[in-house]
């Protein structure tokens, strides 16, 4: 079963309005939770590091305003888009590493469908 | 930098027809090497850790294999529920947990 949860999995927004998404580790802490985000038909790009206590590392060219990341427990990371416009319409994937599991394997949530309207 | 290359891009195979995907990876100090597999509008479903070159894994009709520059999946006797895409990653050290990804190999296996 699914080690890491995301929700929603489909969200639609207006332009301008700003989307939270959630990722849960399920019976695992984990101190640190990564974000994704992929476009049609290529892999995934990292857009930050979420640490649990402390602020997010941010990739290079990703806006960490609009991009807010809070991981205010051991078992919850939630992305919000603010002000979100078409452009940001993607599929994002958080990701969480289980040290207890075949020593370390990162385990991904399900992905949320964005559209921004 | 490190860098992750999978080859081929695509691959179509005939139901039963085997073959092997390629992971060719540039890193210093390899912790880990992951396959993933991802079907179109979900996140990526685990398969494999490899640590140290030399280690195989098996799952159903994939295997895992990895050397000190690359990994391979090979995929045995494939069935159409195998097509997805699959992906490569390598995580360079345990205190920076930072995981490249490769672009991934789009697998069609034809009935």
């Known amino acids: 079963g699914a080690v890491v949860s995301q929700h929603p999995s489909w969200v639609i927004c207006k332009s301008g309005t700003s989307v939270k998404i959630e990722c849960r580790s399920l019976d695992f802490q984990a101190t640190t939770m990564f974000w994704y985000r992929q476009f049609p038909k290529q892999s995934l790009m990292l857009m930050a590091t979420s640490n649990e206590g402390s602020k997010a590392t941010y990739e290079q060219g990703v806006e960490k305003d609009k991009f807010l990341i809070n991981h205010a427990s051991l078992t919850l990371s939630t992305l919000t888009v603010t002000s979100a416009h078409p452009e940001d319409s993607s599929f994002y994937i958080c990701?969480?590493?289980?040290?207890?599991?075949?020593?370390?394997?990162?385990?991904f949530g399900e992905g949320s469908w964005l559209t921004v309207v | 930098e490190d860098q992750v290359t999978q080859s081929p891009e695509a691959l179509r195979l005939q139901e039963g027809e085997s073959s092997s995907l390629n992971c060719s990876y540039t890193v210093s100090g390899l912790r880990g090497l992951f396959w993933y597999r991802q079907d179109p509008g979900k996140g990526p479903e685990f398969l494999f850790t490899?640590?140290?070159a030399g280690e195989e894994k098996e799952k159903e009709r994939l295997k895992a294999t990895l050397t000190k520059k690359e990994s391979f999946l090979h995929i045995t006797a494939p069935k159409p529920e195998d097509s997805a895409t699959y992906l490569c990653a390598v995580s360079e050290a345990m205190g920076y947990q930072k995981v490249t990804f490769g672009t991934g190999t789009k697998l069609q296996v034809i009935p």
């Open positions: 490899l640590y140290s």
């Open positions: 990701s969480a590493r289980d040290f207890r599991r075949s020593g370390n394997t990162i385990y």
